[in-house]
């Protein structure tokens, strides 16, 4: 065949071609619908945030917080049309002339140029279809792009592009990415910010510093390339473009949203708003903001109080829980639950148990007020004891086997006389000693079984559940529900549950709350957490708390703003504290004890120092001689 047969031929493959790809277009246009475009756009998650607005993390399938085209800075939408498509106002949705330039730009700039798609496009292909390269998904983008600019604005396809695109470090849109690399909202970014932002998008894997080491050579290739592009087309001034230096980006985690110690914290929010009605759906996409009355400076003085004061070489099973409530209210404002949420799921404040060893004391303490019993009654403090518990012997020893002889309750208070206490609650009556504990704030859930053991903590206690005690404590007797979440606002504004705070209840009278203080304070002055608590700087009451074979130890205490309990313990009751730190015998006026003080320092650092009312002397001052009903057990000479 001739030259001019073949170049017949080819015109005439070259027509059909067209045809069939024409016909096929047309084709894909009147069949390839729209998916409602705020299906996508308005997925958004659930912002948890402290009493004082600042975010504590996010429920949500995708790290997404939509704003406005118009709360979006001049500068961040310029430096975004320069990086990927300066033509999107003046051109359509597709433009054939803009893919060749960008494939020419690229040339000449090492790859650092432009994309070939327009952003109409890059919407339509983010928003609506998946990342597969083929002919179908490419017509597809092309024939929604058409329909969209048929549909919407080009300010309304530019917001809805800037609030769904990917820039990495799992964050959707411009406000999540501004937060993730400037620790700031995208209407506060400066230029040079906002072209970093914009530099980012194209490919977050490729630029991002914390990627890779060769990333921010090319990061900052791409940067000049935008502000280059922003001065072109007259955005700003050559001279401003001449000042612009490379700002500094927040280094990036890898780690998810629920990782480290807040992860318990969003657990928390999320498992109670779902008790509250709230679906699944509504957290992961309703885009709510849900604030709570988690307290921002003394959550942070809780993580870093256990950080610092966690014993070095510790066993991997070693767990502390720490709960802070605020008297009189119940507000929740600090829990640390764990060191990292994503590693263990279980809640050390909340949701495990630990026998609670001496910090039942002061239950039995407020029955023995409530019957008349004053702290000057004095009572046989030899170790060991042997007390009747239903017909069976019940032996009592002190903790280092530490004979006190008669003694006061005052005295026996502060430095945890076993051989004092556990008579003490036989006298009262163990089933009173139950009903102070129930009336103080610990839950039926929790098992306490009317035994003279009661008193010594046999039972096993959330962390939360004793902070709300000792709160009960603080408030002068006033106990409160623990609560922590007050409002949830919906995406639009409207507020969707308001929390009605519990109702203060008056379960003690002011008279035995102030006597309990006074002999709670000895413990912290001169008593069993004297150690743990030196250097608070203001008036505290506590109790510490070690249970049987050192399994647990704990301190429980307040001031008048705050009432904090700190546990530490291992998977089970069979593994004992001793030996951990380098420490013999690990109580709770140890490291529970410098726990609570480190926490209590920092969340009460701009807080007043308060005083705690006077005690009343229940009872009288005068010595009154108690009998134990114990029977002395002497101990054979070795």
Same mark, same amino acid.
């Given at each position: 065949?001739?030259?001019?047969?073949?170049?017949?031929?080819?015109?005439?493959?070259?027509?059909?071609?067209?045809?069939?790809?024409?016909?096929?277009?047309?084709?894909?246009?009147?069949?390839?619908?729209?998916?409602?475009? !705020?299906?996508?756009?308005?997925?958004?998650?659930?912002?948890?945030?402290?009493?004082?607005?600042?975010?504590?993390?996010?429920?949500?399938?995708?790290?997404?917080?939509?704003?406005?085209?118009?709360?979006?800075?001049?500068?961040?939408?310029?430096?975004?049309?320069?990086?990927?498509?300066?033509?999107?106002?003046?051109?359509?949705?597709?433009?054939?002339?803009?893919?060749?330039?960008?494939?020419?730009?690229?040339?000449?700039?090492?790859?650092?140029?432009?994309?070939?798609?327009?952003?109409?496009?890059?919407?339509?292909?983010?928003?609506?279809?998946?990342?597969?390269?083929?002919?179908?998904?490419?017509?597809?983008?092309?024939?929604?792009?058409?329909?969209?600019?048929?549909?919407?604005?080009?300010?309304?396809?530019?917001? !809805?592009?800037?609030?769904?695109?990917?820039?990495?470090?799992?964050?959707?849109?411009?406000?999540?990415?501004?937060?993730?690399?400037?620790?700031?909202?995208?209407?506060?970014?400066?230029?040079?910010?906002?072209?970093?932002?914009?530099?980012?998008?194209?490919?977050?894997?490729?630029?991002?510093?914390?990627?890779?080491?060769?990333?921010?050579?090319?990061?900052?290739?791409?940067?000049?390339?935008?502000?280059?592009?922003?001065?072109?087309?007259?955005?700003?001034?050559?001279?401003?473009?001449?000042?612009?230096?490379?700002?500094?980006?927040?280094?990036?985690?890898?780690?998810?949203?629920?990782?480290?110690?807040?992860?318990?914290?969003?657990?928390?929010?999320?498992?109670?708003?779902?008790?509250?009605?709230?679906?699944?759906?509504?957290?992961?996409?309703?885009?709510?903001?849900?604030?709570?009355?988690?307290?921002?400076?003394?959550?942070?003085?809780?993580?870093?109080?256990?950080?610092?004061?966690?014993?070095?070489?510790?066993?991997?099973?070693?767990?502390?829980?720490?709960?802070?409530?605020?008297?009189?209210?119940?507000?929740?404002?600090?829990?640390?639950?764990?060191?990292?949420?994503?590693?263990?799921?279980?809640?050390?404040?909340?949701?495990?148990?630990?026998?609670?060893?001496?910090?039942?004391?002061?239950?039995?303490?407020?029955?023995?007020?409530?019957?008349?019993?004053?702290?000057?009654?004095?009572?046989?403090?030899?170790?060991?004891?042997?007390?009747?518990?239903?017909?069976?012997?019940?032996?009592?020893?002190?903790?280092?086997?530490?004979?006190?002889?008669?003694?006061?309750?005052?005295?026996?208070?502060?430095?945890?006389?076993?051989?004092?206490?556990?008579?003490?609650?036989?006298?009262?009556?163990?089933?009173?000693?139950?009903?102070?504990?129930?009336?103080?704030?610990?839950?039926?859930?929790?098992?306490?079984?009317?035994?003279?053991?009661?008193?010594?903590?046999?039972?096993?206690?959330?962390?939360?559940?004793?902070?709300?005690?000792?709160?009960?404590?603080?408030?002068?007797?006033?106990?409160?529900?623990?609560?922590?979440?007050?409002?949830?606002?919906?995406?639009?504004?409207?507020?969707?549950?308001?929390?009605?705070?519990?109702?203060? !209840?008056?379960?003690?009278?002011?008279?035995?709350?102030?006597?309990?203080?006074?002999?709670?304070?000895?413990?912290? !002055?001169?008593?069993?957490?004297?150690?743990?608590?030196?250097?608070?700087?203001?008036?505290?009451?506590?109790?510490?708390?070690?249970?049987?074979?050192?399994?647990?130890?704990?301190?429980?205490?307040?001031?008048?703003?705050?009432?904090?309990?700190?546990?530490?313990?291992?998977?089970?009751?069979?593994?004992?504290?001793?030996?951990?730190?380098?420490?013999?015998?690990?109580?709770?006026?140890?490291?529970?004890?410098?726990?609570?003080?480190?926490?209590?320092?920092?969340?009460?650092?701009?807080?007043?120092?308060?005083?705690?009312?006077?005690?009343?002397?229940?009872?009288?001052?005068?010595?009154?001689?108690?009998?134990?009903?114990?029977?002395?057990?002497?101990?054979?000479?070795?």
């Amino acid at each position: 065949m001739s030259k001019r047969t073949w170049f017949r031929i080819a015109i005439f493959l070259g027509g059909l071609g067209f045809i069939a790809s024409a016909t096929l277009f047309v084709l894909a246009y009147f069949t390839v619908s729209i998916p409602n475009v !705020n299906d996508f756009v308005n997925t958004q998650a659930t912002i948890i945030q402290y009493s004082n607005g600042s975010e504590i993390g996010r429920i949500g399938a995708q790290n997404r917080t939509i704003v406005p085209l118009a709360k979006m800075p001049w500068n961040l939408r310029h430096a975004v049309l320069a990086a990927e498509d300066r033509n999107f106002y003046s051109q359509h949705a597709f433009s054939p002339s803009g893919f060749v330039r960008a494939v020419i730009d690229n040339i000449k700039s090492l790859g650092n140029g432009g994309g070939g798609s327009t952003i109409t496009q890059q919407y339509a292909k983010n928003a609506f279809l998946t990342q597969q390269r083929s002919i179908t998904r490419k017509i597809k983008e092309l024939v929604i792009a058409i329909k969209l600019e048929n549909q919407l604005s080009k300010d309304q396809i530019f917001e !809805n592009y800037l609030n769904t695109i990917y820039f990495g470090r799992g964050a959707y849109g411009v406000e999540t990415a501004s937060q993730q690399y400037f620790n700031r909202s995208a209407s506060q970014l400066t230029l040079a910010q906002s072209a970093v932002i914009a530099s980012i998008l194209r490919s977050p894997g490729y630029y991002d510093p914390q990627y890779g080491k060769n990333n921010i050579k090319r990061l900052e290739a791409r940067f000049k390339y935008v502000i280059d592009g922003m001065t072109k087309a007259g955005w700003i001034d050559k001279e401003v473009a001449a000042k612009v230096k490379f700002p500094t980006i927040m280094p990036g985690t890898r780690e998810g949203s629920l990782s480290g110690p807040r992860g318990f914290l969003i657990e928390m929010v999320r498992s109670e708003l779902v008790k509250r009605g709230f679906s699944d759906d509504q957290l992961m996409k309703g885009g709510l903001i849900v604030k709570t009355t988690f307290d921002q400076s003394a959550q942070l003085a809780a993580v870093d109080a256990v950080a610092k004061l966690t014993p070095k070489g510790a066993p991997d099973n070693l767990h502390i829980g720490l709960v802070a409530i605020r008297p009189g209210t119940g507000e929740v404002i600090a829990v640390y639950g764990g060191k990292d949420y994503l590693v263990r799921q279980l809640n050390d404040a909340t949701q495990s148990i630990a026998l609670a060893g001496s910090t039942f004391k002061p239950f039995a303490l407020v029955a023995g007020l409530e019957a008349g019993i004053p702290l000057t009654s004095m009572w046989n403090g030899d170790t060991p004891q042997v007390f009747d518990d239903l017909g069976k012997p019940y032996e009592v020893n002190n903790y280092g086997d530490e004979g006190w002889g008669q003694i006061d309750l005052l005295t026996a208070t502060a430095h945890s006389v076993n051989t004092v206490y556990v008579p003490l609650g036989i006298k009262v009556g163990p089933d009173k000693v139950v009903d102070v504990a129930r009336r103080a704030g610990i839950p039926e859930s929790i098992a306490m079984m009317p035994t003279p053991s009661v008193v010594l903590g046999a039972a096993s206690p959330h962390v939360i559940d004793v902070a709300a005690a000792y709160a009960t404590f603080a408030a002068q007797g006033v106990y409160a529900a623990p609560w922590y979440i007050t409002e949830v606002d919906g995406a639009n504004g409207g507020v969707l549950y308001q929390a009605t705070p519990p109702t203060p !209840n008056i379960v003690f009278t002011k008279d035995v709350m102030a006597d309990l203080t006074f002999a709670l304070q000895q413990v912290v !002055n001169n008593g069993t957490a004297t150690y743990g608590t030196a250097g608070l700087g203001r008036p505290a009451a506590g109790k510490t708390g070690t249970s049987e074979q050192n399994a647990s130890a704990w301190f429980s205490g307040y001031t008048p703003q705050i009432a904090a309990s700190v546990a530490m313990f291992r998977d089970d009751a069979t593994q004992t504290l001793n030996g951990i730190g380098g420490l013999n015998s690990v109580t709770g006026g140890t490291f529970p004890a410098k726990i609570w003080t480190a926490f209590m320092k920092g969340a009460l650092a701009k807080q007043p120092v308060l005083d705690f009312p006077n005690p009343v002397h229940i009872g009288g001052t005068d010595p009154v001689v108690m009998t134990s009903g114990g029977v002395q057990k002497i101990k054979k000479k070795k």
